[in-house]
């Protein structure tokens, strides 16, 4: 099997940069491959602990504080950010980590954060229409060769003779990924502006289904489909022995059977033989969602029964 496999976290749920330092600093450890953060302003349940941390603030720090792992979020959300200054901060964080970073975008679906704090949350047409508008802008502002100048008669983002500085470092500039389940704009998308389409806790089966959509969706564009990275998003809860799977399942407020059913729950070989029916779907990359951030044991369990069994 040759998955790749990435850490994926949800710090709105409670969780301080140190918190979020220390998990980023496990997964470079024990030998995975990404480290991935959501973008969130608001709990999903719960208290929310001490609150928030910003995204891009927080991977700015991590920048400086791993050395070989890749960053990034999946998603940012199009409605917290306008597309220029989104440029520069992601541009910037690459160059702080030596060109390690990836953007996740999306259109924005939690209304409840943006009530929160004060964002405006637009019908969900005009959230897609300012999400391609940002696709163009970044990439267009990335893309500028240096010396020359980018506008973009745009309507919610115009944009006249900016400099389009910073640069990202990487070579090919920073990928983007972008993911979910509409069937006609979000393929498109992907196929015209991603470097990865991810679909996002759903089955195996119906992640092979999604990304054959945007295999279709990339064939009839003239883009060769295996220039796109297949990844899938699961929650992960593994352990050796039952009685360690059940403390892990009960942390996170999830029952363990709805687990094994909807995510990546039990033993390391069971896990193993899920993960290979993602593969055979079509995914090439697995981000797995570990809730508890305060168990970095689980990061070392999952690492030496299930990583080491895919190397």
Not at 10 to 29: C, H, I, N
Not at 76 to 98: E, K, N, Y
Not at 118 to 144: K, S, Y
Not at 264 to 276: F, I, N, Q
Request: hydrophobic share 40%; net charge negative.
């Amino acid at each position: 099997m040759t998955l790749d496999l990435r850490i994926f976290t949800e710090p709105q749920q409670g969780a301080t940069y140190d918190d979020v330092l220390a998990v980023a600093r496990a997964a470079e450890d024990t030998g995975f491959n990404g480290f991935f953060r959501s973008d969130h302003y608001l709990s999903m349940g719960g208290d929310g602990g001490a609150g928030p941390t910003d995204a891009w603030t927080t991977l700015a720090g991590l920048a400086r504080e791993t050395s070989t792992i890749r960053l990034g979020t999946l998603v940012t959300s199009a409605t917290f950010r306008l597309p220029g200054p989104l440029a520069i901060q992601v541009a910037g964080v690459d160059q702080m980590s030596g060109g390690r970073v990836e953007l996740g975008l999306g259109a924005g679906w939690f209304e409840a954060e943006h009530t929160a704090y004060g964002i405006p949350f637009p019908p969900l047409g005009e959230r897609f229409d300012r999400l391609e508008e940002q696709l163009a802008v970044i990439t267009g502002l990335w893309d500028t060769e240096p010396g020359k100048t980018f506008s973009h008669k745009g309507t919610h983002y115009p944009i006249t003779d900016s400099p389009a500085l910073a640069k990202p470092v990487q070579p090919g500039g920073v990928p983007v990924i972008i993911g979910g389940g509409g069937k006609r704009r979000t393929p498109a998308l992907a196929v015209r502006y991603a470097a990865e389409f991810n679909a996002p806790f759903v089955s195996a089966d119906d992640a092979g289904r999604l990304f054959e959509r945007v295999r279709a969706v990339a064939r009839e564009a003239g883009r060769e489909p295996s220039s796109m990275t297949m990844s899938a998003a699961q929650v992960v809860c593994v352990a050796r022995d039952d009685a360690t799977l059940r403390l892990r399942a009960d942390a996170i407020g999830r029952d363990l059977e709805e687990l094994r059913t909807n995510g990546l729950a039990g033993s390391p070989d069971a896990v193993v033989e899920k993960l290979a029916t993602f593969e055979a779907a079509g995914a090439e990359r697995l981000y797995l969602q570990v809730l508890d951030l305060s168990d970095l044991d689980h990061l070392a369990d999952i690492s030496d029964a299930v990583l080491r069994q895919l190397a």
